[in-house]
Each structure stands twice: as C-alpha cells, then as structure tokens.
C-alpha cells in the first residue's frame, strides 16, 4: 500500500491474494460495438469495432435486434485477435436497453430479460444489444451474463412521474450507468459509499441528464431520451408545449422528421449547425454574438436543471455537483456552471468522459468478488 501511494506500485505476476477475474464487456452503439477484457480494474484491451455503412444495410427497416449474432462475430474476432476464448472469461458484462423500469444495480441476463428485449416493445435502441450478445456468447459454458444499470433505472418517487397531462406520465430514461458510476466514484474518493452521499450528477454529452442521488437511490432525472431537460449538441430539450403542437399539426413536418429534430438533429445541430462543442466554443471565443448566445443559453438551462433537483433532496444537505460527459472536459463551460450553481453552496467536481466500460466491468466485479448479488429480472412487485 505504500507503494501504491506514492505511485511505485508494479503489477504481480499472479493475483496470489486477490483473484483478479477476466470480464468482457460489451457496449453497442449504432454504427460501433465498443468491446474491452478487464482484469480486475484494469483494462487491458479494447477496441471500438466499427460496422460500416454497407454492413448495416442489410439490416435497414428490421429490428436492432436482429443485428446481434453479426456483432457476436465481430467480438468473437475481437477476442481471437488477443489470444482469448470464451473459456476464458470469468463474466461478460453488456450494456443494458430499454427494458421495464427496474432498481439500479447487476442484473443477470435470462430468458425474460431476452424476450423484452426482443419484442422492442419499450422502443428501438442499440443498447437493447448488450443483453443479447452477452446472452449468445456465454450460452452452454456456465459463465454468467450480466447488464448493469441500463438506461431504464428508476427509484423515482410516483410524484416524480406526475405531469399535467393524465395520458402522459413522465417516463425514466437517462444515461444511468454513468450517472451512478460517477456518484460511486465520488463516494470512493471520499472513503464512504453511493449509500451514504447526497449528489447532484449532470450527465453532458450528445444528450444531457441531470439526476439527484439520495442515499444510494436514483431518485429524479430529466427524460433525456425523450427530449426533457435542457437542450444539447443534438436534441431540442423541453420544447413550448403550445408552440410544439402548432408546429406539428402545421403541415411543414412529417412526424418523423420531427422526431428527428427532437433527437438527433435538435439543439445545437439546428442552432447553429454544428454538434461539436469545440468549434462551438472557438467562434464564442473569436466573438460571434450568434454562437455566444446560444451558447449561454445551454449552459443556463444546465445550471436550471442542476438547481431544480434540491428539492428532490428534501431539505437534506447536498454533499456534491458532479459534472460528467464529454463536455466536462471544457474548462470554460465547468467554470460558468460552478458560477451558477454557487448558491447551493456545495462543491463541484468533475469526471470528464462517460466511463461505461469500466461502469459495466466493475458491476460485474462486484457480483464476482461477492461485494453485491446480482439480480433477477423481472424484479418481484
């Protein structure tokens, strides 16, 4: 342990002391399946396979899920490339999809998990993947198949799911991995536990969540699949309802190309053509009174949506802003946010990046080291 302290610890040879199992984990994109072995906490490959245009083709019009014994073979090659079989592995690990909605933790894959899956009924996503792959390769070996902490992740309270609309309750779909792995990295750093910490957690990538953590419970977010919260690099965020039913009974739209605008071509690919916050930031800092606005703009409704979560807290102290995604990685866009949420009077910490492969390797570790049992979906009502 001193040595590790001051940063001169080596790797053994031989986990003598503390096994160190070998997990595979999986996360589907929809042109890529990101696919890494961890050994113990560590990685020690991965690689992002790509799916070319002309591959997915055949599959254009059918369900995501058709595609899973295709990118089985692409990580079944991934795997021979390193010297590595199924026999292996002691655990896969993949990401979770749109399944009903469930407590946060390790889940292991089974037979009703598959059929929700691949009757899509919760909607279309790449992530619905995960499970399926996961399922294929460890099927007839006896090595476990896991999701954790998939996007349906829901501890919200039933006055959380409440609108104005009784045909409309809000659903709970967010960036859940990355959420409750950055608030478990939090606690870590602070020698407590997730159970034991009170954090604000803003997810900001090509969409944004923002989420309140009590005490080990997910308890509210923004529907970020959905459009809810603030608007992003590619999505319209919470939109005049008024205005929106206007627009799509006005015959310029047909409702999938505004369905399109709202996830995939909103917010800053609509305002101002780009996606990529970088160049966004090079024309606030070259003075474009377009790009400054908007940009402003974002980062106002971030900072509303990170305040709106206190009362979610109930009267109780919060311990941390934790800002995570890709666009933590700005040191302007950090600073303005700590700015506007100093009130609070609550640090801000930031993990930049989205840290799913070491999310999902360390669910599975957990339940393979016995820190945590895995659970089994459907959960009992």
């Known amino acids: 342990m001193r040595l590790h302290a001051y940063g001169e610890w080596k790797r053994t040879p031989k986990d003598t002391f503390f096994r160190r199992h070998r997990v595979l984990v999986l996360n589907p994109g929809s042109t890529s399946t990101k696919t890494s072995v961890f050994e113990g906490d560590e990685e020690r490959f991965t690689e992002e396979l790509q799916h070319s245009a002309e591959e997915l083709k055949a599959f254009e019009g059918r369900p995501i899920t058709d595609q899973f014994t295709f990118r089985k073979e692409a990580v079944l090659r991934f795997l021979a490339d390193k010297g590595l079989g199924l026999g292996d592995l002691d655990a896969v690990a993949g990401r979770g999809g749109l399944l009903r909605p469930i407590p946060h933790g390790t889940w292991k894959v089974g037979a009703a998990m598959l059929d929700d899956l691949r009757a899509g009924q919760r909607g279309e996503h790449a992530s619905n993947l995960g499970a399926l792959i996961a399922s294929e390769l460890v099927a007839g070996t006896g090595t476990p198949a896991y999701i954790v902490d998939p996007v349906v992740v829901d501890e919200a309270d039933p006055k959380v ?3 104005g609309l009784k045909e409309l309750p809000r659903r709970v ?5 990355n959420q409750i792995a950055t608030a478990r990295r939090y606690a870590e750093e602070h020698e407590t536990f997730y159970e034991r910490v009170n954090v604000i957690v803003a997810h900001m990538g ?13 308890i509210d977010v923004n529907n970020g699949l959905d ?27 047909t409702k999938a190309e505004l369905k399109l605008k709202n996830k995939g071509r909103g917010g800053m690919i609509d305002l101002l053509g780009t996606s990529d916050m970088r160049e ?3 024309r606030v800092e070259a003075g474009d009174a377009e790009a400054t606005l908007v940009y402003d703009a974002m980062i106002y409704q971030i900072a509303k949506a990170i305040t709106g979560q206190v009362p979610a807290f109930e009267g109780a102290p919060i311990d941390a802003i934790l800002l995570t995604g890709g ?8 600073g303005e946010l700590t700015r506007l949420t100093a009130a609070l009077g ?15 390797a360390k669910g599975a570790l957990r339940v393979l080291s016995g820190r945590e049992a895995a659970k089994d979906y459907p959960p009992a009502i």
């Open 173 to 177: 779909i967010s960036h859940a991995l």
């Open 280 to 282: 966004v930031e090079r």
């Open 327 to 334: 666009m933590a990685r700005s040191p302007k866009l950090v």
């Open 206 to 218: 090509g969409g944004i969540t923002v989420g309140a953590h009590r005490k080990g419970r997910y």
């Open 161 to 163: 799911r409440i609108s």
């Open 227 to 253: 459009g809810e919260g603030p608007f992003s690099p590619q999505r319209t965020g919470t939109l005049p309802a008024g205005q929106l039913i206007d627009l799509c009974f006005s015959g310029k739209y």
């Open 346 to 360: 609550c640090p801000v910490k930031v993990y930049p990046g989205e840290n799913e492969m070491a999310a999902l």
